[in-house]
Nanobody, 127 residues
Framework: QVQLVESGGGLVQAGGSLRLSCAAS????????MGWFRQAPGKEREFVTA????????SYADSVKGRFTISRDNAKITVYLQMNNLKPEDTAVYYC????????????????????WGQGTQVTISS
């Protein structure tokens, strides 16, 4: 079993920054990619960004391009989400997800492609 533990959420003013972390642990597992999704109140969960672990290829939702940056630390098996110039519409619960193996080149935004999920961390942006 794989555990994903997110941290770094909180309350910030619009225009501010936050950095989320997600650490993966478990007995034996492989990482093909990790990603971030978010769910705002009353809305469906949506894709934010993902990174292919070995080649560090990234993908971003249009709504966060230029403001959010995903990165990873292979030794710590941790993925980060640097969020700058935050807007009230970024308010959501942010979920980390891990994809264990390759299934094709365009997996990024498909929730069913990910095998494990974190518990979520709340991000609230005040106007």
């Amino acid at each position: 079993q794989v555990q994903l533990v997110e941290s770094g959420g909180g309350l910030v003013q619009a225009g501010g920054s936050l950095r989320l972390s997600c650490a993966a642990s478990g007995r034996t597992f492989s990482v093909y990619a990790m990603g971030w999704f978010r769910q705002a109140p009353g809305k469906e969960r949506e894709f934010v960004t993902a990174i292919t672990w070995s080649i560090r290829r990234t993908s971003y939702a249009d709504s966060v391009k230029g403001r959010f940056t995903i990165s990873r630390d292979n030794a710590k098996i941790t993925v980060y989400l640097q969020m700058n110039n935050l807007k009230p519409e970024d308010t959501a619960v942010y979920y980390c997800a891990l994809k264990s193996s390759y299934s094709g080149p365009d997996y990024y935004a498909r929730e069913y492609e990910y095998n494990y999920w974190g518990q979520g961390t709340q991000v609230t942006i005040s106007s």
